[in-house]
Nanobody
Framework: QVQLVESGGGLVQAGGSLRLECAAS????????MGWFRQAPGKEREFVAS????????QYADSVKGRFTISRDNAKNTMYLQMNSLIIEDTAVYFC?????????????????WGKGTLVTVSS
């Protein structure tokens, strides 16, 4: 059974940094593209960033480009999201996701497995 466990969320002041981690088990981690999504209160879940299976290719939402960095360590079955220069609008529950093979992670059916999320709250 595939499991994704996010950690690293918390309360941070605007301008600060956090690093999220997603620990994966039950799958051949190095064979799967992965991504981060977020859902702010009262809003729909949105794409944040994605990374290819090898880690060579990354993609970011315009709203986080230049501030967030996605990475992975296939030896540790772990994906990361380094978040710098946080703003209040980054407040959300952040979800880890496994890309469904054969689909873009941006497609409506592009996620095969979701984590349960970790809350990031940015205060002024």
């Amino acid at each position: 059974q595939v499991q994704l466990v996010e950690s690293g969320g918390g309360l941070v002041q605007a301008g600060g940094s956090l690093r999220l981690e997603c620990a994966a088990s039950g799958l051949s981690f190095s064979m799967h593209g992965m991504g981060w999504f977020r859902q702010a209160p009262g809003k729909e879940r949105e794409f944040v960033a994605s990374i290819s299976a090898s880690g060579d290719t990354t993609q970011y939402a315009d709203s986080v480009k230049g501030r967030f960095t996605i990475s992975r360590d296939n030896a540790k079955n772990t994906m990361y999201l380094q978040m710098n220069s946080l703003i209040i609008e980054d407040t959300a529950v952040y979800f880890c996701a496994v890309r469904r093979i054969g689909f873009s992670i941006l497609q409506s059916n592009g996620v095969a497995v979701w984590g349960k999320g970790t809350l990031v709250t940015v205060s002024s």
